[in-house]
């Protein structure tokens, strides 16, 4: 069935310093590849998202980069700040109107 | 103000006794979507809605019912739940019918069932 791998699960980095999420999908029909925050008590909020048309989409110190051939998709976090602190889930959907999450990762900004 | 409300936030309760999560969303959208967040398992889908009258089942519906009578509601029934139910609820909703599209998600529901 469908499957979303992500890693790391813990990702601890200094502040300014860039981090790096990646997540590997399985169906090839996929189209669309969201990212979500959650912060502590609170639901998943989406970042940014990618389609399937379209290799990188930056907004300001976040990008997304996608490799369809490979199956992969990144979350790069530049400039890193406190406020980066929280649970990061990838997620791929639009080939059934199912969507599979990773598995989260939590990443830590050290001051 | 744009949201998806779930109540309630938290529930203790007791093997077997039906309990109901309500989930409404004040945006318009079409699709709405339930799921479960478990350490180390990220979200999984339990039950979706694409409109009105139509739900469909995801990764993990063992053991829920939902229904979508309005466009604005969708609720999920535990009608007897267990201990493996116990886990972090969030309902989420979007604009178009599929999934491939933003979601906008509740700020969960936290069910212990001892």
């Known amino acids: 069935g469908e499957n979303v791998e992500q890693h790391p699960s813990t990702l601890s980095v200094q502040e300014g310093d860039s981090a790096v999420i990646k997540c590997t999908y399985s169906?090839?029909?996929?189209?669309?590849f969201p990212w979500y925050k959650q912060e502590l008590g609170k639901g998943p909020q989406l970042i940014i998202d990618?389609?399937?048309?379209?290799g990188e989409k930056k907004d300001q110190r976040i990008a997304v980069t996608l490799n369809k051939t490979a199956k992969h998709f990144s979350l790069h976090i530049t400039e890193t700040q406190p406020e980066d602190s929280a649970v990061y889930f990838c997620?791929?959907?639009?080939?059934?109107?199912?969507?599979?999450f990773g598995s989260g990762t939590r990443l830590s900004i050290r001051p | 103000e744009a949201q998806v409300t779930q109540n309630p936030r938290y529930l203790i309760t007791v093997t077997g006794k039906k309990l109901t999560v309500t989930c409404s969303q004040n945006?318009?959208?079409?699709?709405m979507s339930w799921y479960r967040q478990d350490p180390g398992l990220g979200l999984r889908q339990i039950y979706y809605?694409?409109?009105?009258?139509?739900?469909d089942k995801g990764d993990v519906p063992e053991g829920y019912k939902v229904s979508r009578k309005e466009k604005r509601n969708f609720p999920l029934i535990l009608e007897s739940p267990s201990p493996n139910q116990t886990s972090l609820y969030f309902c989420?909703?979007?604009?178009?019918?599929?999934?491939?599209?933003?979601?906008?998600f509740g700020d969960g529901t936290r069910l212990s069932i001892l």
């Open positions: 169906d090839s029909a996929s189209n669309y």
């Open positions: 997620a791929e959907g639009g080939s059934a109107s199912k969507i599979i």
């Open positions: 809605s694409m409109n009105v009258e139509v739900t």
């Open positions: 989420a909703s979007g604009p178009t019918r599929g999934s491939n599209q933003p979601q906008h």
């Open positions: 990618i389609r399937s048309n379209v």
């Open positions: 945006m318009n959208h079409e699709y």
